[in-house]
Nanobody, 122 residues
């Protein structure tokens, strides 16, 4: 059971990146949502976005700090969740980690993935 995150890198302010999180080894009912979290040096971990995996209940949420700039989406056939990040700001720089959660609002983490570093700098 693992989550594989990728897509981080160096981008200039105003630029874009797309993160991917591939889940493998889970049984179909082992989790209800995938969330993206981030942690910058010296700061607490922040929940960035969350998407439920139910085909009948596509709940999506965003942190206020990323609303209008980030878009989360899923491809259930590929067990993959994407985080499209546009208009990136220096304050978005952090290690981004995806997690599978028991609940549909990404409050109770079942499994953490490894992080991917996003650097926003000119």
């Amino acid at each position: 059971v693992q989550l594989q995150a990728s897509g981080g890198g160096l981008v200039q302010p105003g630029g874009s990146l797309r993160l991917s999180c591939v889940a493998s080894g889970f049984a179909s009912l082992d989790y209800n949502a995938i969330g993206w979290f981030r942690q910058a040096p010296g700061k607490d971990r922040e929940k960035v976005s969350c998407i439920s995996i139910s085909s009948s209940d596509a709940r999506i949420s965003y942190a206020d700090s990323v609303k209008g700039r980030f878009t989360i989406s899923r491809d259930n056939a590929k067990n993959t969740v994407y985080l499209q990040m546009n208009s990136l700001k220096p304050e978005d720089m952090a290690v981004y980690t995806c997690a599978a959660t028991y609940d549909s609002q990404c409050r109770v983490v079942r499994r953490w993935g490894q992080g991917t570093l996003v650097t926003v700098s000119s």
